[in-house]
Nanobody, 122 residues
Framework: QVQLVESGGGLVQAGGSLRLSCAAS??????????MGWFRQAPGKEREIVAR????????YYADSVKGRFTISRDNDKNTVYLQMSSLKPEDTAVYFC?????????????WGQGTQVTVSS
């Protein structure tokens, strides 16, 4: 199965920046990954999508709340997706989860990383 490992979370003051990384295991990962993205979940709130990038074409999607501040990118050769976060706000505080949408044996599945904490102080 797909293993996703996030890193780069931490504590930062408002206005600061962080870069999250998510590395996927598997030598054949690039053969079946469709897209990767980032979700976040704040205390007491539901998990929400932050950004997503198609693996082959590189088309991106951003939540309105992060447009202009966050940038998602990927390195196909390294099976890694990044989330560059700038101009961070306290409302960005959440556990950030990496997600991969894969197509295996003709079916589509979704996999999740363990999450990394991002805390933005005011």
């Amino acid at each position: 199965q797909v293993q996703l490992v996030e890193s780069g979370g931490g504590l930062v003051q408002a206005g600061g920046s962080l870069r999250l990384s998510c590395a996927a295991s598997g030598s054949t990962f690039s053969n079946y990954v469709m897209a990767m993205g980032w979700f976040r979940q704040a205390p007491g709130k539901e998990r929400e999508i932050v950004a997503r990038i198609n693996w082959s074409g590189g088309n991106t999607y951003y939540a309105d709340s992060v447009k202009g501040r966050f940038t998602i990118s990927r390195d196909n050769d390294k099976n890694t997706v990044y989330l560059q976060m700038s101009s961070l706000k306290p409302e960005d505080t959440a556990v950030y989860f990496c997600n991969a949408v894969v197509k295996y044996s003709g079916s589509v599945g979704s996999y999740w990383g363990q999450g990394t904490q991002v805390t933005v102080s005011s």
